[in-house]
């Protein structure tokens, strides 16, 4: 078989296994748990997972959705997501091969699916996962500066400063909405999301990331204040989910101007 596809199958795998383990930290972080204790068990019975009722979405399918012992139906949510990291991962292989980007890539992809998680189901962006994930990409960075011969200024500070300065965008955004709306426009993990965005695609790409999120929430927003009278939604999954799609397509400034004056 061709090595393109082991390895393509084996990236993944390993984003399938990633995924499931990102629903743990999702789900824990932000109530304060244990990433490691207790094992897994189902949240209404307390039963302890086996080790077949843990592969990723194949023990969803076979258990048809519902714990073996009480028959709880269990989310949709978990191998979705878990899905959702294996086709991100494989596609980040496909985009970058193995490189210091492809690193880069499953960081940041890491980072968006966990937050996506944590902000649908708690309305929570966990500063935890953004402090890690941060440091795990400037670490890569500093290493890849190293042994590609970049200044740790164009490597390492430049990165830091996009990310900085894609924070002070968003918060001067929120600055302005809360006035013009007298109320909350958006929260602070958004904001601080966008650092992550920032030092990852630059200061540039996180402005048209903050368009892409706002274009794609807007329909979402306008029904759930009709529906439910109110508009609060999370920001956060619109942002990963732009973030995602500009890291993959490679898109940037002059593809974009291109396509508007062609
Ligand atoms: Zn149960």
Redesign the pocket.
């Known amino acids: 078989m061709n090595i393109e596809v082991i390895n393509g199958v084996m990236v993944f795998i390993i984003g399938l296994v990633f995924g499931s383990f990102y629903n743990v930290v999702a789900y824990r972080v932000p109530n304060n748990m244990s990433i490691v204790f207790p094992a897994s068990h189902?949240p209404?019975?307390n039963?302890k997972l086996k080790f077949y009722e843990l592969i990723p979405v194949l023990s969803y399918i076979f258990l048809g959705g519902k714990?073996k012992?009480?028959k709880?139906r269990i989310s949709i949510f978990y191998p979705f997501f878990e899905l959702l990291t294996g086709v991100l991962f494989l596609l980040a292989y496909l985009v970058f091969g193995f490189s210091f980007k492809f690193l880069i890539a499953l960081i940041f992809i890491s980072i968006l699916i966990i937050v996506s998680i944590s902000d649908i189901k708690y309305y929570i962006i966990p500063d935890e996962v953004l402090i890690v994930g941060s440091i795990s990409i400037i670490v890569v960075y500093i290493i890849n500066s190293l042994v590609n011969d970049i200044s740790l200024f164009n490597g390492v500070l430049m990165p830091i400063l996009n990310g900085a300065a894609s924070f002070a965008l968003l918060y001067l955004f929120k600055f302005f909405g809360d006035l013009l709306f007298q109320k909350e426009s958006m929260g602070g993990g958004d904001i601080k999301l966008l650092f992550v965005i920032g030092l990852t695609l630059g200061f540039d790409m996180a402005i048209v990331d903050i368009f892409i999120a706002a274009f794609m929430a807007l329909p979402f927003s306008v029904i759930s204040l009709i529906k439910n009278n109110n508009n609060i939604l999370p920001f956060g999954p619109y942002l990963s989910l732009a973030a995602a799609i500009i890291l993959l397509t490679n898109l940037n400034l002059d593809m974009i101007l291109n396509f508007f004056i062609a």
Do not use: A
């Open positions: 189902c209404k019975c039963h714990c012992v009480c709880e």
